[in-house]
């Protein structure tokens, strides 16, 4: 089956610690992106991806690190710098068509929990 | 000023009549919106897509784009209480080549029997 697969589900992070979330997608989809959701707010833009080995920062990207080696895959380090890490986590992705990306579909998320 | 603008609710609507959500946006530039329904805990989903200005119409939902005004709304009629959820806007900009996709913060909608 096609889709979106984010792990792990729950994840928790030490202080001081860089943790990776993994964004994993066979819809052969262009573009990926990550954000962050805080209890009761909408969706925040870490970074996104239009193509293989290129990537832009969001509206919240300090504290967080991407790559994107291979078009399924774009995983997300949230390193020690981040203060304030404990969030839903979501990845999403999309094809673009005639110049324009479409509609975005979501993984799961993670849920980060700092101890 | 944010880019995408929500009025974040609780917006309480009876079973059965029709629930009216709103979103205006910053960047005359943007090119594609879309209307995605969450559920707590749960990850979004898509509802609804428009691109052109007018009205586009699925089922019980229809979306209205308005580029003159930098405004667009989700009506859902005969509204059911499965339809209670948080319902958010996105909007696609162009940012040298690379596509940002921006949400508001979400209108939280309650259907009441």
């Known amino acids: 089956d096609g889709g979106i697969t984010q792990s792990p589900k729950y994840l928790f992070r030490k202080e001081g610690q860089n943790v990776t979330l993994s964004c994993e997608q066979n819809l052969n989809h262009d573009a990926m992106y990550w954000y962050r959701q805080d209890p009761g707010q909408g969706l925040r833009l870490i970074y996104y991806s239009q193509i293989v080995n290129d990537f832009q920062k969001g509206d919240i990207a300090e504290g967080y690190s991407v790559s994107r080696e291979k078009k399924e895959s774009f995983p997300l380090t949230v390193t020690s710098a981040q203060k304030n890490p404990t969030a839903f986590y979501l990845c999403?992705?999309?094809?673009?068509?005639?110049?324009?990306?479409?509609?975005?579909?979501f993984g799961q998320g993670t849920r980060l929990t700092v101890v | 000023q944010k880019e995408v603008e929500q009025n974040s609710g609780p917006l309480s609507v009876p079973e059965g009549a029709i629930a009216s959500l709103n979103c205006t946006y910053s960047d005359r530039g943007s090119q594609s919106f879309f209307w995605y329904r969450q559920y707590s805990g749960k990850s979004p989903e898509l509802i609804m897509f428009i691109y052109s200005n007018g009205d586009k119409e699925d089922g019980r939902f229809t979306a209205q784009l308005n580029k003159a005004s930098q405004y667009v709304s989700l009506l859902i009629r005969d509204s059911q209480p499965s339809d209670s959820a948080t319902y958010l806007c996105?909007?696609?900009?162009?940012?040298?080549?690379?596509?940002?996709?921006?949400f508001g913060t979400g209108t939280r909608l309650t259907i009441i029997p």
């Open positions: 996105a909007v696609t900009r162009s940012n040298f080549g690379n596509e940002k996709l921006t």
């Open positions: 999403a992705s999309s094809i673009r068509t005639g110049g324009v990306n479409t509609e975005a579909f």
